[in-house]
C-alpha cells in the first residue's frame, strides 16, 4: 500500500506541475500575442511617422534652403555696401590728412616768414 500511497502522491504531483506549467504557458502565450500586437502597431505608427516626416520635411527644408539664399544675397549685398562706406571713409581720411598737412606746412611757413621778418626789424 506504500507504493500506490506514493504512486498517487507522485501522480498529484506530477498533474499539479502539468497545471501550473499550462497556467505559465497560457500567461507567456498571451503576453506574447499582446506583444507582438503593440510592436505591430507601433511598427504602423513608425510607418506613418515617416511618410508624415518626408512629406512635411521636404517642402520645409526646400523653403528653408530658399531662405538662407535669400539671407545670404542680403549678407553679400549689405557687405559691399559697408565696404564701399570704408572705402568712402579712407578716402575722407586720406584727403583730411592731406589737406590738414598742407595746412599746418603752409600755416607753419607763413608763420616762420612772418616771424624772421619781424626778427629782422
Not at 507601433?42 to 516626416?53: F, G, H, M, Q, R
Not at 555696401?81 to 589737406?99: M, P, R, S
Amino acid at each position: 500500500m506504500d507504493i500506490e500511497l506514493s504512486q498517487i502522491i507522485l501522480n498529484n504531483g506530477l498533474t499539479f506541475l502539468v497545471a501550473v506549467t499550462a497556467i505559465v504557458l497560457a500567461v507567456i502565450g498571451y503576453f506574447l500575442v499582446k506583444l507582438i500586437k503593440d510592436l505591430s502597431e507601433l511598427a504602423k505608427n513608425v510607418n506613418e511617422t515617416s511618410i508624415l516626416l518626408n512629406t512635411e520635411l521636404k517642402p520645409t527644408l526646400k523653403e528653408l534652403n530658399e531662405t538662407l539664399h535669400s539671407i545670404n544675397s542680403i549678407v553679400q549685398s549689405t557687405d559691399e555696401g559697408v565696404g564701399n562706406v570704408k572705402n568712402g571713409i579712407e578716402n575722407a581720411i586720406t584727403k583730411t590728412k592731406a589737406l590738414s598737412g598742407n595746412l599746418l606746412g603752409g600755416f607753419l611757413k607763413g608763420f616762420m616768414t612772418v616771424y624772421s621778418l619781424l626778427k629782422r626789424k
